[in-house]
Nanobody, 128 residues
Framework: QVQLVESGGGSVQAGGSLRLSCAVS????????MAWFRQAAGKGREGVACLNWKGTDIYYHESVFGRFAITRDNYKNVAYLQMSNLKHEDTAAYLC?????????????????????WGQGTQVTVSP
C-alpha cells in the first residue's frame, strides 16, 4: 500500500520560513515526478511546485516563484518544499503527490489527473 506522509507544517508570521517533507512508502519515487499542491479553505487545489524524476525540470506557481524551492532525495524516498518569505495568502493545507509520469511539462503539471497518489496534507498558517 502506497502512503505519502507530509510533515513540517505549522503557524508562522509573515516573512517566516517552513520546510515541508513528504515521506513515501510502498513504492519507489525514482521514476516519478513529485509535486506539491495546496488547498486553501473554500478553494480548489492548486499546483505549487513540481520536479521531474531527475530533479532537473522544475516548475512553480507564479505566486511562489523565488520564495519556494522543491527538492527530492530519491535514496530516502522523500520530497521537500522549502518555503521562505511566507505571506498570509500562502495559508493552506499543503499536499504532496506522486505523478504517473516521470517528466514534467509546463502546460500539464498542475492537472490533478496526472497524479496517482496523494498525501493527507499538512496545514500551513501564516499570520499577517
Amino acid at each position: 500500500q502506497v502512503q505519502l506522509v507530509e510533515s513540517g507544517g505549522g503557524s508562522v508570521q509573515a516573512g517566516g520560513s517552513l520546510r515541508l517533507s513528504c515521506a513515501v512508502s510502498g513504492m519507489n519515487i525514482d521514476n516519478h515526478r513529485m509535486a506539491w499542491f495546496r488547498q486553501a479553505a473554500g478553494k480548489g487545489r492548486e499546483g505549487v511546485a513540481c520536479l521531474n524524476w531527475k530533479g532537473t525540470d522544475i516548475y512553480y506557481h507564479e505566486s511562489v516563484f523565488g520564495r519556494f524551492a522543491i527538492t527530492r532525495d530519491n535514496y530516502k524516498n522523500v520530497a521537500y518544499l522549502q518555503m521562505s518569505n511566507l505571506k498570509h495568502e500562502d495559508t493552506a493545507a499543503y499536499l504532496c503527490a506522486v505523478s504517473r509520469y516521470a517528466s514534467s511539462y509546463e502546460d500539464s503539471w498542475t492537472l490533478l489527473d496526472e497524479y496517482s497518489h496523494w498525501g493527507q496534507g499538512t496545514q500551513v498558517t501564516v499570520s499577517p
